[in-house]
Every structure is written in structure tokens, then in C-alpha cells.
């Protein structure tokens, strides 16, 4: 076996050019595969950190059935208890509590429909951007009761700007009676999502309570972990705990499970990917090996002249096919680090691209994980030994007159 | 007749091939005995059949018709398997173009048979230093094939054959590739290995050195056997 190895390592240096030209293609697979991998996790880790930290949080808590019919009425059971509960729960990093109501919103110039939302003004600012969006005017500065804070968009439909004034309509709770408004815009911001900066208008917390009154009760409550893998987010006890009391605790993930497809897409995509790289890969070291054989035939059937066993030979060839495998490992791994490395610290620049909802608003930062140097390697040189098996066996049958005939 | 006495034996050995299409009769029933210790020459002009002849008898080739013993072993009773080991233990291969590993040194080359035998490191290293030097190569171990003369090459590609101790060296036209003193001196020292070792030497050859220094030369014609001369 030594030998065997020491022949198939010496053997592929034969044709320098064509193991370094097979070498760099193998490992220009590797490469991208790296690559790839490492933006497509950037890509999760920075979808699901604008998914979380733009609004959602990593979990939210509603009444049971208020997310299917978002009524007024249904407001968090035991509010009180909860909160009690959430701020001595020493899981919990941040909380904070909103409503929602649907209304209509009139400036002087037009009249839309719209979504309420009632924010805690300190609170929001750990869970959310919209303080960080905030394009015009401020984030809920000082104590006027009737600021409001609306998109852009919605500012352009409206036709106000900061300090213009708008009402707005919404209907109460159990009553439906209508609860009329008039409110200050205090701050226009810029979230890069049509959903927020077209239709949605935040007040303060107390004040939406009132107008929908509601006493102090709130329709969610989205909070922010201190420490957790957000991986296994879902297996936390947190959500069963929560859940009760007529109300539901839901991860992230539950809540936006178009997320999940699309990390399926990606690890799909990686996939395709990396089948076709390595379709490429096999055409390579096959056709890299055959002229590797065919230049030597002679050389096999004197090997098998001399008592060069059927089997030795096969392995001769697999070996000399692993040999090549892990030069060009070496490639790609070095090759994979570099490119990764660069952009990990360039980033790319994806901003304002939305997928599934989200609108991916920072720089796009490949990760490199050591998972990545791990398995795609293994991966390369399993396959490529395993591809070493077809010409393996053309080599170990050849009768060896006749492989000694064919070269001459 | 004792046929223990004999390292070859073939009975009405045929072989046919194609070539480009038209079937050409390479061996027509050749009837052979070689003795143990011979130093024969199998001669004959190109296409006689002499290097089929070879490969027959080295169980490289298999017979279309007829019987081959070597060492009283019936090749066509066996397997791939104990062909294979069967000419690793009991034949040394001589080529005409050394076909030399080249990514091996000297001394790996010649103790490659040595390893699929499974001989033991000391035991290699010594026999390797000895026929190193009963081929005049002596302190060469290291070199790789491509830095050596054709001369040295060849000796080395019968120290390869040599040093794990066949009852047969078959040496296909081993001085065509080379001048007529080297040639001249590898075969007063193949034929000093033949007397010393007592091993049987076969070549197949059109060099006249080699006719005249083999004790039996066998002519062959069309595949069959025109002559078989044994000097005094």
C-alpha cells in the first residue's frame, strides 16, 4: 500500500501541467462551492436578523386567533400576568407591548386606509428600527400625546410633511364606535418596505389604548432573548410556557414561515450547485485519468507482467485520483478562504432587495464556517475517489499483451 | 523423460490475432521443451512469432488451442489471480525498452516485486545491495531510471527480474535498444547469472550476439518451428 501510494502521489506529478490544469479546476469547484455556501448563510443570517430585529422580534405573543382575524377585541388575556411574568423571566432580554387596528387616515388633501400601530416609544426602540429610519422630524421625542410617525410613501400619498396635521378614524373595541383623532406628524421614515412605508402609522401605546379603548391591554407582545442558538430557536420550552392562558407564543420562525421555504430554496440552490461543480469535477479527473492510462499503457502491462495483481492496479489508479483529490483540496481550501475571507470583510451590496417579505437593508457579509472547509472537502475527495473507480476498472481488466500491444 | 527436468513445456501451441481486420496466424502449434539452466534464444525474422510465442509461454497471452506447462503447472488451469502471482514468483521480465518505473528510484524499482511478494524490509534491502552489485550498479540505489544510461537501465531491468529469484528470465529482444559493447556486456553477464544462479534465460531476439552466445537457438518461421540447434 505504501508503495501503491508513493507511486500514485509520483505518478500524478508525471504531467505536471495537466495535474495543475485539473488541479485548479477541481479546486476552482471547491472554491465557489465555498463560496456559495458561505453568502447563502450570510444570507440567512441576514435575513433573519432584518426578519427579527427591523420589527418582529425573535417571538411574539397574541391571543389565540387575533393573527387569522386581527379584531380589536382580541387583545392578550391577563396582559398584567404576562408582563409580570416576562420581566422576571430571566430568558427574556427586552419585551414590549403594541396594538393594531385597522382606520382611515385623512390629511387635507386625501384619505387612506391604514394600520394603526400603538408603540411603547422607549421600549420599541430595543426591538425595532423604526427609531434607526426615521428619515425626517424624530422618534417620539418629548410628551405629545398626539405625535404620529408615518412612512415616506405614505407622506407622499398623503401630501404632508413633519408638523402637518392628519386625523384619524378607527373603530373601538366591543362598541365599534367610531374614535376620531386628529394627530401632528412628528417623523417620517424610510424602511425600504412597501407594507411599512405605504400603510402604516405609529402612535403612542396609551394613546392607541384609549382610542380603541382597551384599558391597558395590548394585542402583541414582541420580545428579544438574551442568549439563545437561533437555529433551535423552536425547541425552547418558552413557547409551551407562554401558550396558555387562551394566549400563543410563536418563534420567528412560526410567524414567518415563508422563511423557512426560503432557506429550503437555498439549501436546495446549494445543492443544484453543487451537483453541477461536481458533475464538472467528475468530467475532469475521468478525462484526466483516461489520458493519464491511455499515455501508460504499456507501463500497466508491464506492471501486470511482472505480478501486478488486478486489484493492485485499481487501487494504483484510485489512489493516484485521492492523490489528485487532495492537491486539489488544497487549492480549493485555500482558494475558498481567500475569496470567502475578502468578502466576508467587503460585504456585497444586496440592499433593498426584498425576498419573501424582507428587504434585506445592510450589506451582505459571506460567513465562514469551519463546516464549510469540513464537509465540501470531504465531499471533493470522496467523489473524486469514487470517480477513480470507472477508469480503476477499465485499467485493471486491460489483458496486459494487450495493454502492451495498444501503446506500441 | 523426467519432466521435472523441464521449466517449459508447450504441445501444439496455436494463436491467432487480428490485425487491422485480417487474421493473422502468429503461432501454428509449436512443440517446446526448455530445460532447467538453459540459455536459449528464440530467433526468426519480424512477424514469426516470437514475441506471441513469449507471451504464451509467460502466460501473458492465452492460447487459442494447445497446452503450456511451466514448472509442470498447467497455465490454462488457472486463475487471473494465480497467473498473476504465479509470473510475479516464478518469471523475471526482461523488455527491449527497459520499461523501468520512472517515477521510482533505482533501488524501488527493483524491489517492487519484492514488495508484492510481501518480502520484509531487511530482507529487500539486502537482496536489492547484492544484485546491485552482481550488475555492476553499486551505489546507483537512489538514482531514478531517467538519469541513467541505457546500459544501466537495462541492467537494472534485469535486477528487477532477477532479484527475487524466478526459475525463468524472458527477455524480449533486450539489446535491440542498445550498442554492441553494452550489449556485448550485458550478456556475458546474463549468461554468468544463468551459470552462477542456475536460472533459465528465454530470449526472443534477431541479435546475432545473443544467437551466438545461447547454447540453443530456436528458428522460427510463420509460427512454427523451422530449426531448434543446440551447441556443444
Redesign the interface.
Known amino acids: 500500500m505504501k508503495l501503491l501510494l508513493k507511486l500514485a502521489w509520483r505518478n500524478i506529478f508525471r504531467n505536471k501541467r495537466r495535474t495543475i490544469i485539473a488541479g485548479i479546476a477541481i479546486g476552482i469547484g471547491l472554491t465557489s462551492l465555498i463560496y456559495v455556501d458561505a453568502l447563502f448563510v450570510g444570507m440567512k443570517v441576514s435575513i433573519i436578523k432584518e426578519a427579527t430585529a427591523s420589527f418582529l422580534g425573535q417571538g411574539q405573543i397574541h391571543r389565540d386567533g387575533y393573527r387569522e382575524t386581527q379584531e380589536v377585541d382580541k387583545t392578550i388575556n391577563d396582559i398584567d400576568k404576562l408582563v409580570n411574568k416576562l420581566k422576571n423571566d430571566n430568558r427574556i432580554d427586552k419585551f414590549t407591548l403594541r396594538t393594531f387596528s385597522l382606520g382611515m387616515v385623512n390629511s387635507p388633501s386625501n384619505v387612506r386606509p391604514m394600520m394603526l400601530v400603538g408603540i411603547d416609544s422607549e421600549e420599541e426602540k430595543y426591538l425595532s428600527r423604526i427609531d434607526d429610519a426615521i428619515l425626517k422630524g424624530s422618534f417620539f421625542k418629548g410628551n405629545n400625546q398626539r405625535d404620529i410617525i408615518i412612512g415616506k410613501k405614505f407622506a407622499e400619498i398623503l401630501e404632508v410633511g413633519v408638523g402637518d396635521r392628519i386625523v384619524i378614524t378607527v373603530s373601538q373595541a366591543k362598541t365599534e364606535e367610531f374614535s376620531q383623532e386628529m394627530f401632528k406628524v412628528s417623523g417620517i421614515f424610510y424602511f425600504n418596505n412597501p407594507e411599512f412605508d405605504k400603510g402604516i402609522a405609529f402612535i403612542r401605546i396609551n394613546k392607541a389604548q384609549k382610542m380603541l379603548n382597551i384599558g391597558n391591554r395590548a394585542h402583541e407582545i414582541a420580545l428579544k432573548f438574551k442568549n439563545i442558538d437561533k437555529k433551535n430557536i423552536d425547541k425552547l420550552s418558552f413557547w409551551k410556557e407562554y401558550s396558555q392562558d387562551g394566549n400563543e407564543a410563536l418563534s420567528w420562525m412560526k410567524l414567518l414561515p415563508q422563511l423557512k421555504i426560503v432557506f429550503e430554496m437555498t439549501n436546495l440552490s446549494i445543492f443544484i450547485i453543487g451537483l453541477i461543480l461536481f458533475a464538472v469535477i467528475a468530467l475532469v479527473i475521468i478525462n484526466s485519468l483516461f489520458m493519464s492510462i491511455f499515455e501508460r499503457m504499456f507501463e500497466f502491462g508491464v506492471l501486470k507482467a511482472v505480478g501486478t495483481g488486478a486489484f493492485n492496479i485499481a487501487k494504483l489508479i484510485i489512489l493516484e485520483s485521492s492523490s489528485l483529490a487532495i492537491l486539489s483540496i488544497g487549492m480549493g481550501i485555500i482558494g475558498g478562504f481567500i475569496l470567502t475571507y475578502i468578502y466576508s470583510k467587503t460585504g456585497i451590496d444586496y440592499t433593498g432587495i426584498e425576498m419573501m417579505g424582507v428587504t434585506i437593508q445592510n450589506i451582505l457579509y459571506p460567513v465562514i464556517q469551519i463546516r464549510q472547509f469540513i464537509t465540501y472537502p470531504i465531499i471533493v475527495f470522496f467523489l473524486t475517489s469514487i470517480i477513480g473507480i470507472y477508469p480503476a476498472i477499465y485499467a485493471a481488466k486491460m489483458s496486459p499483451s494487450e495493454a502492451m500491444r495498444k501503446s506500441l | 523423460m523426467n519432466q521435472n527436468e523441464f521449466v517449459i513445456i508447450t504441445d501444439s501451441l496455436k494463436k491467432n490475432y487480428k490485425e487491422n481486420g485480417i487474421e493473422v496466424k502468429a503461432v501454428r502449434g509449436v512443440n517446446l521443451k526448455i530445460k532447467k539452466r538453459e540459455f536459449s534464444a528464440i530467433v526468426g525474422p519480424s512477424g514469426s512469432g516470437k514475441t506471441t510465442l513469449l507471451?504464451l509461454i509467460?502466460g501473458?497471452?492465452i492460447p487459442d488451442d494447445g497446452k503450456i506447462w511451466l514448472n509442470n503447472k498447467l497455465l490454462s488451469e488457472m486463475s487471473?489471480?494465480e497467473l498473476?502471482?504465479f509470473?510475479?514468483?516464478h518469471i523475471g521480465?526482461i523488455?527491449q525498452?527497459y520499461?523501468l518505473?520512472?517515477?521510482?528510484t533505482v533501488k524501488?524499482n527493483i524491489e517492487?516485486?519484492m514488495?508484492?511478494q510481501g518480502v520484509e524490509k531487511k530482507e529487500r534491502h539486502k537482496k536489492v545491495l547484492n544484485i546491485l552489485r552482481e550488475v555492476g550498479l553499486e551505489g546507483m540505489e537512489t538514482r531514478v531510471p531517467t538519469k541513467l544510461s541505457g546500459g544501466q537501465q537495462q541492467r537494472v531491468a534485469i535486477a528487477?527480474a532477477m532479484v527475487s529469484n524466478p526459475s525463468l528470465i524472458l527477455a524480449d529482444e533486450p539489446t535491440a535498444n542498445l550498442d554492441s559493447k553494452t550489449s556485448g556486456e550485458l550478456l556475458n553477464m546474463m549468461r554468468r547469472l544463468n551459470e552462477t544462479t542456475g536460472m533459465t534465460f528465454l530470449f526472443s531476439t534477431h541479435d546475432k550476439m545473443i544467437m551466438e552466445k545461447a547454447r540453443r537457438v530456436i528458428t522460427l518461421k510463420d509460427g512454427l518451428i523451422e530449426k531448434d540447434e543446440i551447441k556443444d
Open positions: 507471451n509467460s501473458l497471452d487471473g489471480k498473476s502471482d509470473r510475479r514468483d521480465f523488455f525498452a520499461n518505473i520512472p517515477v521510482l524501488e517492487y516485486i514488495l508484492l528487477r
